[in-house]
């Protein structure tokens, strides 16, 4: 019949073309008809196409079969009761797979030899981070912490021989050279010297308190008129690298956007300056418990 040429057309053309056919027919004339999908169907067969034995069994279960079906033609599909569900066992779930979202200050290496999500997963709750990235790939092995407001914590303790460096931006030197479990500084490594800069910032791990002082004094509110890169345009414009310890608190650290806003911009598809475009589906982000 000319309908079965014309189908069968369409259906070599989707073949050169390289497209997937998947096929959910009611079935009325028996094995005849089945096989006559699963001969369109994309290869295998049983994987691409679900037959329904007619009307009657449709209208019993509509559910059933719209659950079916989809699960049938769409295998990348995810529960999100189920996902949420997996996620509070496991502690962690994934939210943007093949992305790399943060400002690229903020990410620190955690292991190159960390192949899992698991194994990424427990490096990233020793380091404190709310969200990790795992590789895959050519990245496999590697994960990284997203730590974007680690500059602004104001819960550490301290000595007293570093309680000015608690309570001011001293640390900020560390963006010249960093301490350890730092982003590596514009001039390398911070190396073991016994200074008391060593020994404060680094030793201590004050270098993760280094804006908190700033931010509970003055705060990135400035930035509506000068703004940092990355951010709308400021009233007067964009501000320039000075030195000074408001851009470098602001706008090097990435403290210009609360940190409810960022997170929102890590899961979602607009390529902002903390969440730049997709890397060739290299990396997978996940959000721990």
């Given amino acids: 019949p000319a309908f079965l040429r014309d189908v069968q057309q369409q259906v070599d053309l989707l073949e050169e073309e390289g497209v997937l056919r998947y ?3 009611i079935i009325y004339q028996g094995r005849d008809q089945v096989d006559q999908y699963a001969a369109w169907a994309s290869r295998p067969s049983t994987s691409h196409t679900l037959s329904i034995p007619g009307i009657t069994a449709l209208e019993k279960d509509q559910s059933a079969w719209a659950v079916r079906a989809i ?6 599909l995810v ?9 509070e066992a496991r502690g962690y779930a994934l939210v943007a797979p093949g992305r790399e979202c943060a400002a690229p200050q903020t990410l620190q290496l955690l292991s190159s030899k960390a192949f899992d999500a698991d194994a990424c997963y427990r490096l990233a709750k020793e380091a404190g981070a709310r969200m990790f990235q795992v590789g895959r790939q050519a990245r496999a092995g590697m994960c990284y912490a997203d730590t974007p407001f680690l500059s602004n914590r104001s819960d550490l303790a301290s000595s007293s021989a570093c309680k000015e460096y608690k309570t001011s931006t001293k640390c900020l030197l560390t963006l010249e ?5 730092q982003r ?11 200074s008391t800069d060593y020994k404060c910032c680094c030793t201590e791990g004050l270098w993760q308190s280094m804006c908190s002082s700033y931010m509970a004094k003055d705060g990135c509110a400035w930035t509506k008129e000068k703004a940092c890169p990355g951010q709308a345009k400021g009233s007067g414009g964009f501000a320039s690298d000075d030195g000074s310890e408001k851009y470098k608190c602001c706008c090097t650290m ?4 609360e940190p409810a806003e960022l997170w929102k911009t890590w899961v ?22």
């Fill in 23 to 25: 096929f959910v027919p």
């Fill in 71 to 76: 699960g049938r033609t769409c295998p990348g």
């Fill in 79 to 87: 529960s999100p009761t189920a996902s949420k569900a997996l996620g």
């Fill in 177 to 181: 050279k960093s301490c350890p479990g």
């Fill in 184 to 194: 590596p500084g514009k001039n390398g490594a911070f190396e073991s010297d016994g």
């Fill in 254 to 257: 990435g403290l210009w956007q």
């Fill in 268 to 289: 979602s598809g607009g390529e902002v300056a903390s969440c730049p475009a997709s890397v060739g589906r290299e990396t997978q982000i996940f959000e721990t418990g």
